[in-house]
């Protein structure tokens, strides 16, 4: 976890400083035999490289372990199984949030959200020629996942079926089965959510795609969110995590420019109240008086609660976080959280900022700068099919999307047995 903030906190300060301005910023993806370390990344004039290790791929063969490279390679997903390649806020620089005039429609991101969608689509574009010199075909990897791993670990119902195309079709013949097919999965999955079965004459009823938003969790209070509306808690976290505060601003590690409060504190221990201008005493005590700090008796700033402080930093640098994949310590004390007003939760499959990216690629209706793949080839009004690269690029968003929906439903279930065996 503390190699990943340091490694994100590279990229993020990169593009901070400005130096992308004097650069062309992109990825260059490798896999090496003999690798000393299974990933390896740095940044080297703009470019992130990657490597991955090829004889970790090979002799790790499993269709199930191939697919999770997904996650312990690339890094589709994090720690909380929550997808993690979608924009946030806190990801862009001040002139990302400051310059230009957006739309309230649009998707809005920055500079290190195309970089990691770049790395992304490379990954995947590499990786997919990988399995097939062992046997597998990427396809065929993700329906060994959903028609029989999934079922045999986790109980959901041996007729789940994903249908994937052949390997020598055209990627727009390709689309044109995958397309459908992510619909079909996202459905069975809400009709097991619902019913505990898949019934696939009820499933071929319901005509048109499902909502991304309306596919419920099998777990209850399975998404943490900051409560935004509350004014109070929208300056607490501004006082903790904002890179705008002035609390960082503070002798002797004036110069070592903490990005927040909260960085601060964990990096340093002696943090001296007196140090700190009479301007800047309102804000430390009003976060004395409601607890998350305090001065002990060499005057020194200590957190008074560091679970609640964590939770906090969690939700806000990646606007959610997943109850369910903390220790029960913490989970108390989100639901302190909760019942204090400061955060709430919800129920989907997927949280609010998964919605927003799969939505992004989906469904233009919902932001005007998006992809909108489910209009172009669902109701095929998709690109002339001699525009080749088009329909590659577009199929390899489909099988991303894919994975990540898998993802997020071997998640659901995995929660969901382990609450029910608790």
């Not at 959200?113 to 075909?137: C, D, R, V, W």
């Not at 109240?273 to 008086?289: P, S, V």
Request: cysteine-free; proline content about 3%.
């Amino acid at each position: 976890m503390a190699a990943k903030r340091q490694y994100q906190q590279s990229i993020e300060d990169f593009f901070d400083s400005g130096s992308s301005s004097s650069f062309e910023y992109g990825v260059a993806i490798s896999y090496p035999e003999n690798a000393s370390k299974t990933k390896h990344a740095w940044i080297e004039q703009g470019t992130v490289h990657y490597e991955f290790s090829l004889d970790y791929i090979k002799e790790n063969n499993h269709p199930h372990i191939l697919y999770r490279n997904f996650k312990t390679l690339f890094e589709y997903m994090d720690e909380q199984n929550i997808v993690g390649l979608t924009s946030k806020e806190n990801q862009l620089g001040i002139f990302e949030r400051t310059l230009g005039v957006r739309s309230k429609t649009e998707y809005v991101y920055g500079v290190a959200f195309t970089q990691l969608e770049m790395a992304s689509m490379g990954q995947i574009f590499t990786y997919s020629n990988i399995p097939k010199g062992l046997g597998h075909s990427l396809e065929d990897i993700l329906k060994a996942v959903f028609n029989n791993i999934l079922p045999e670990l986790y109980d959901l119902p041996s007729n789940a079926n994903l249908t994937v195309p052949t390997a020598n079709a055209s990627a727009l013949e390709k689309i044109r089965i995958i397309a459908p097919e992510f619909e079909s999965i996202l459905k069975q999955y809400k009709l097991f959510v619902e019913n505990k079965q898949i019934d696939f004459e009820l499933l071929q009823m319901s005509s048109g795609p499902t909502a991304i938003k309306d596919i419920s969790s099998l777990n209850s209070n399975k998404y943490i969110y900051i409560n935004k509306d509350v004014q109070e808690v929208n300056f607490l976290t501004h006082l903790l995590f904002s890179d705008q505060t002035m609390l960082t601003y503070v002798d002797p590690f004036k110069d070592k420019k903490y990005r927040n409060f909260v960085d601060l504190l964990v990096k340093e221990e002696e943090i001296k109240f007196g140090n700190y201008e009479e301007y800047q005493h309102e804000n430390l005590n009003y976060l004395i008086d409601k607890n998350y700090i305090s001065a002990d008796e060499n005057n020194n700033i200590k957190v008074t609660n560091w679970n609640r402080i964590l939770i906090l930093r969690d939700v806000f640098e990646n606007e959610v976080a997943s109850l369910h994949h903390y220790p029960a310590d913490i989970q108390d004390e989100v639901i302190n959280m909760s019942n204090d007003g400061i955060v709430y939760f919800g129920n989907s499959l997927f949280s609010v900022p998964e919605q927003n990216y799969f939505n992004y690629y989906l469904n233009k209706s919902e932001f005007t700068n998006g992809h909108d793949l489910r209009n172009s080839y669902l109701h095929g009004t998709q690109a002339n099919p001699t525009e080749i690269h088009l329909h590659e690029n577009s199929y390899l968003l489909y099988l991303k999307i894919l994975i990540l929906a898998i993802f997020k439903i071997e998640d659901d279930l995995f929660i969901y047995k382990k609450l029910m065996a608790n």
